[in-house]
Each structure stands twice: as structure tokens, then as C-alpha cells.
């Protein structure tokens, strides 16, 4: 078992260009979660799918992060016309259903915008 | 909007020694906490989990959890500089999905 799989590890963009990230859960988790991580912050929810549907996006910031789950074993986080602010850890995490068992995080991918 | 609230923010131990870690939860329909250990670099992983009031105890690692307080403490003995870290506490409710964490707790084990 590989793990979570989080692509690129590592991405630079400049400021108002489009970042997508990509996960791939643990083959059998139904859960998947994209969080966000900074030292200021810490760890905040992004958006949850359960079964590949969308079920909570509140912690997105509406304007330009978008999130799929396409099929189930691949997830994306698309940030367009990304700012400084939007420079962090992203991590994925998935599980075997939602809030009651462990969640399997992911090695994380560092944005920095320029 | 339930909060997790942790503390100390850091906690620096000599090594062998023992720590305490705690946290609390505003929402009263959190029914369960989990610990995780984030080392440096690193993604956050499960240390231990605890469901019902009470201890639990698994190595040099005890959880205790007093419900009626949404109270949860992480305490460490003999610790090792291994496990300097950042100790994250999380909370759901029953039938929920959505995990909260709280800030962390920075671990630093000197030596």
C-alpha cells in the first residue's frame, strides 16, 4: 500500500497564474479531504468528498479554489489566478468513511506564489 | 463554529521526562478525539484515538478524556527526543464527517 499520493510535491507560480494539485487516495477509502496548512493558521478544512460526490466545500475560498473528484482514485485542487497568500502546505487525506475513523494524510504539496 | 482549543503552544521537556499536552473542544456534540504527531517536514499522523470517558494507554503514550468537560489530555513518559513534534488534537461528532483540528502543541525534547 503506497499510501496517499499527493503531485507535485514542490510548485512555484507566479502571482495570477493556475495551480492544480493532485491526489490520489488509498484504494478503498471512500473519504477524501483537502486541507490547507501555514504556521499562522495551522490546519484548516478545505472541502470533503465521500463516494467521489461533494459533500462540504466550506473552508474553500469561493472565488478561485475549485475541487473534483473525477473518479475514485484521483482528486484535484484547482487554484486560479493564485496570490502570495494562497503560498502553503495542501495536503490530502482520505479515510475509510468520514469523521469516525483515522485519516490517512498524504506527504502534502508546497505552493509558493511569487 | 466548533473550535479546538490546545495547549501549552510549546512545551519544551528534558529527555525521560514527562509531558502533558491538552485540549478542549467548544462544541458539545463532539463525541470523539484523535492525537496526532506531525514531525518536522512531515504530514500528520495518528498517534491515538479515544471515543469513551476515561484512559487509554498504549506504550508510553496515555490518552484520558473527561466528556462531560470535552476535555483531552496527551501525556508522554520517558520521552524521547524522537518525539519532539507537532502534537495536533482533532474532534468529531458522532455520525459526522468533518474533523476539527486545533493548532498544535510544539513538543521539543532536549536532550
Known amino acids: 500500500n503506497a499510501g496517499v499520493i499527493q503531485t507535485p510535491r514542490h510548485k512555484v507560480t507566479g502571482k495570477g497564474q493556475e495551480a492544480t494539485l493532485w491526489c490520489e487516495p488509498i484504494?478503498?477509502?471512500?473519504?477524501v479531504f483537502w486541507y490547507r496548512q501555514t504556521i499562522v493558521q495551522g490546519l484548516e478544512f478545505l472541502t470533503y468528498?465521500?463516494?467521489?460526490?461533494?459533500?462540504?466545500d466550506s473552508g474553500m475560498p469561493k472565488e478561485r479554489f475549485s475541487a473534483q473528484m473525477p473518479n475514485q482514485s484521483h482528486s484535484t485542487l484547482k487554484i486560479q489566478s493564485t496570490q502570495p497568500q494562497d503560498s502553503a502546505v495542501y495536503l490530502c487525506?482520505?479515510?475509510?468513511?468520514?469523521?469516525?475513523?483515522?485519516?490517512?494524510f498524504g506527504p502534502g504539496t508546497r505552493l509558493t506564489v511569487l | 463554529q466548533q473550535k479546538v482549543q490546545q495547549s501549552p503552544e510549546s512545551l519544551i521537556v528534558p529527555e525521560g521526562g514527562m509531558a502533558s499536552l491538552n485540549c478542549t473542544s467548544s462544541?458539545?456534540?463532539?463525541?470523539y478525539f484523535w492525537w496526532y504527531r506531525q514531525h518536522s517536514g512531515k504530514s500528520p499522523k495518528m498517534l491515538m484515538?479515544?471515543?469513551?470517558?476515561g484512559e487509554k494507554e498504549e506504550g508510553r503514550f496515555t490518552v484520558h478524556l473527561n466528556k462531560a468537560s470535552l476535555h483531552t489530555s496527551l501525556h508522554i513518559r520517558d520521552s524521547q527526543p524522537s518525539d519532539s513534534a507537532l502534537y495536533l488534537c482533532a474532534a468529531s461528532r458522532t455520525g459526522g464527517y468533518k474533523v476539527v483540528f486545533g493548532s498544535g502543541t510544539r513538543l521539543l525534547v532536549s536532550p
Open positions: 487525506a482520505s479515510s475509510t468513511t468520514g469523521g469516525l475513523y483515522e485519516q490517512y
Open positions: 468528498f465521500r463516494n467521489q460526490a461533494p459533500i462540504d
Open positions: 462544541d458539545r456534540n463532539v463525541d
Open positions: 484504494s478503498g477509502h471512500s473519504a
Open positions: 484515538s479515544i471515543f469513551s470517558n
